[in-house]
Structure formats: C-alpha cells, structure tokens
C-alpha cells in the first residue's frame, strides 16, 4: 500500500504522520500520479497549524499543494493526458479536497500540466507556486505592459525572482529590492533592472533618482 502524510490535529510539523493508505482510484476528471517529489510551502503550514484561509473540515486531514511524478491511473472525462506522462500540479485546488503529500496523489485534471523535459522532478513541483502567486498581480490584475515601471519588494524571494521574470518578459522596467549589499548583483543577473539595497539607500530617494535616469 502506498504510503501518505496525515494530521490528526493542529500543530507544529510533528503532528504529521506516516501511514499506509489503499491505493484509490481516480473518479471522474482526475489522475493519480506516483509522485517524485513534492513541494512545502507557507500555505501548507497554515494549513497543517489551523491558520489558513480554510482549515479542515474533520480529521484525519491529507494536505499539499505541489507534487510531480508521472500519471499511472486516468479517471473518465480527463482529454489530453496518457499513462506515464511526466506532470506536475498547479496550486489550483482545495486542500479540503486533495492533498499531494504521498507516495501516490489523486490530482484533478483541470490542475496538473506538462513540464519541460529539461526539469527535475524537483524543479518541475517548484515552478508553479511562486510564478502563479506573481502572475495574478503583475499580469491578471495589473496588466503590466511594455515601459511599465515595475517595483518589486522582497524580490530575492521565490516569488520576487518570478516576478521579475515575468515583469520582464512584459517589456517593464523592474526596479528591485532587497535589504543586504550581498544580493545585489544576484537580483541585476536576475534580470532587474535596478537594485535598491534598502539598508543603504533611502527607498524614496533612489526611486526619483533611478526614474530620472
């Protein structure tokens, strides 16, 4: 039997277990998928502590939103995928609904996607979160465009390098922070345009001066 993390109870990460579950079938418009990898993240704490925007309805709970592996059970109704395709799961679900934390996974067709044959297993889980958590301000709600001045705050963050990825591949001119002098020239490799380093600069200061320039 595969093996899945269960809670009983709210806590810290030892509230966690390991257990045997009996291999379950996907139902209609889900895939199952042997998972390689799987990813942790601030929601999944949240989750697992009792502080997140919903919280398990009863116990035991599964929990997880990110996982890759490869699809080895196909529900009816699921077009466009085949046993052994390498996917990965997109953080569009409910944990009260599925959870990625296993050996297997029952996923909902509608939130796992092909990723490039260049990528780990591990690099394939990691790609969603952080780029779909930019996407929604940047693209989806901001419409960021060509010439757009953009200012990214935390942005050696997951989700800052992402966001200035994206920013980027819109045409904008990205203006990054970070606290520490040591990442500054990581954020310029990055692709920023400009770096403030906030414990040197004044933020408001540097911003006139870097849109004079």
Do not use: C
Request: aromatic share 8%.
């Amino acid at each position: 039997m595969p093996k899945i993390v269960r809670f009983y109870e709210f806590g810290e990460a030892d509230v966690l277990k390991l257990e045997d579950q009996p291999l379950v079938e996907p139902g209609e418009g889900e895939v199952r998928l042997k998972v390689e990898a799987i990813g942790l993240n601030r929601a999944e704490v949240g989750f697992r502590a009792g502080r997140y925007l919903e919280l398990p309805q009863m116990f035991p709970s599964t929990l997880g939103y990110e996982a890759s592996g490869v699809i080895e059970a196909i529900g009816s109704g699921v077009p466009g995928f085949q046993i052994g395709d390498r996917v990965s799961t997109v953080p569009a679900f409910s944990m009260l609904n599925y959870g990625m934390y296993g050996e297997t996974a029952i996923a909902p067709a509608s939130a796992v996607a092909h990723y490039p044959e260049t990528l780990s297993a591990m690099e394939g889980t990691a790609i969603w979160m952080a780029y779909i958590t930019a996407y929604g301000p940047l693209v989806e709600y901001g419409q960021v465009k060509a010439d757009d001045f953009v200012l990214i705050t935390a942005a050696s963050s997951s989700v800052g390098y992402s966001a200035i990825q994206i920013a980027k591949a819109a045409g904008a001119v990205v203006i990054a922070t970070t606290r520490s002098n040591i990442k500054k020239q990581m954020l310029l490799d990055k692709g920023a345009d400009h770096v403030v380093v906030t414990n040197d600069e004044d933020l408001g200061s540097a911003l006139k001066e870097r849109l004079r320039n």
